[in-house]
């Protein structure tokens, strides 16, 4: 059986007490280590044993408390009757000719079975492996309430935000589909559908169990959070001991620009967005990265890139410039020498500028394109920069 399908309870249970049976079972994907430490407590077990769940959920990646070695039978026994691991189903793969999968995940509502079945969501999260590393862009919400205009999340609007168990599970499932390849390296971005920072305690949660030693033990330099330009969250997030590289998608190079494809920016417009930016602390050798989306005979031309360097102007930052790919919206790709003439500029500016092009395009997964069809509904997502847009 699939590691990623949770078996069912093994028969002959010891006897338990009728009314705790008939709660709920809750879920323990996205809690952290302190919090399994003391929700075995409360029930009466070793703390030490909600580290040993932390240790088989996020290092050994066993969703099945029977597969739990490190537990005695009778705790798997009695964790199976109490609690679950929420692993969503995987609703269908799509395999790019690049090596890229594009995961369709079923969700069920995390308040309860009866509105599960009203208000169920789906998201897309998508692997992509390169040369010595894997790269998961993942979800952070279903559908988005940003709406920026080029992008096909925002026909979705916002579902709901997810928990952080459904954002680790997003990179669990990624990694264990794959566990008989691993990379030695592991890039997670969070550029999938919704805006990080509008989901901002589900987020940081999900992100301290990805960074955490004892964790899934990502580097702080290898995980990258992309946000529209939401100030306040920007603010919060400068404030974290422990967080992730900041992307920001720029997108446009005057107010009148990001307003008409932006709606974000009426609220938080360019000069308060960079001003956020220039305060932000970066560690040593860290970066901010912009991120350009270029759309053809909209925002490609050679005074744009000249206007983009005098924003970022002594700002310890990189443009990674990303070529609009074909959808149903109404924009076109750039030239190859409108991508060429903007790149040169910002470098003749002594900008750091690369020109990304997106992975799994064959299979819809490239940055803007992923929309998929089923029973007359549309499922969306941005996975707006590829692996190539992480530091080597």
Not at 147 to 164: E, I, K, P, S, Y
């Amino acid at each position: 059986m699939s590691r990623l399908t949770e078996k069912p309870a093994h028969a002959g249970l010891p006897s338990i007490d009728l009314e705790r049976s008939a709660r709920p079972k809750r879920d323990l994907l996205g809690l952290s280590r302190d919090d399994l430490r003391a929700l075995l407590t409360e029930i009466g077990e070793p703390a030490y044993r909600g580290a040993q769940i932390y240790h088989a959920l996020y290092v050994e990646r066993r969703f099945d408390f029977s597969a739990m070695s490190n537990l005695p039978a009778a705790l798997q026994e009695r964790l199976a009757c109490e609690f679950h691991v929420s692993i969503p189903e995987i609703g269908q793969r799509f395999h790019s000719n690049d090596g890229s999968v594009r995961y369709l995940l079923n969700l069920a509502d995390p308040i309860g079975a009866e509105q599960a079945r009203r208000s169920a969501a789906r998201v897309e999260a998508v692997f992509m492996p390169s040369e010595g590393r894997q790269t998961i862009c993942i979800s952070t919400q279903a559908g988005c309430a940003v709406d920026c205009h080029f992008c096909l999340t925002a026909q979705l609007g916002l579902v709901r935000n997810l928990t952080a168990g459904e954002m680790l599970a997003q990179v669990l499932i990624a990694l264990e589909d794959h566990r008989e390849s691993p990379a030695p390296r592991t890039n997670v971005v969070l550029m999938g559908q919704g805006e990080p920072l509008l989901n901002y305690e589900p987020v940081m949660a999900a992100l301290r169990i990805m960074l955490d030693p004892n964790g899934m033990g990502l580097a702080a330099r290898h995980v990258t959070l992309s946000t529209s330009g939401i100030v306040p969250g920007i603010e919060r997030l400068a404030q974290e001991k422990i967080r992730p590289k900041l992307a920001i998608s720029l997108n446009a190079s005057t107010d009148e620009e990001r307003d008409a494809i932006m709606p974000i920016n009426r609220k938080y417009p360019l000069e308060a967005l960079i001003a956020t930016c220039r305060k932000y602390p970066l560690r040593p050798r860290e970066q901010l990265t912009f991120e350009y989306v270029l759309l053809g005979g909209f925002n490609d031309s050679p005074d744009d890139a000249r206007r983009v360097a005098r924003l970022i102007a002594g700002i310890r930052a990189k443009v990674n410039v990303i070529p609009w790919n074909p959808g149903e919206l109404p924009y076109r790709p750039p030239t190859a020498e409108r991508i060429r003439e903007f790149r040169d500029v910002l470098a003749a500016k002594d900008v750091p500028v690369f020109v990304r092009y997106s992975r799994g395009q064959d299979v819809s997964a490239a940055c803007g394109q992923l929309a998929l069809r089923e029973a007359g509904s549309v499922v969306s997502t941005i996975a707006s920069a590829p692996p190539a847009a992480l530091p080597a």
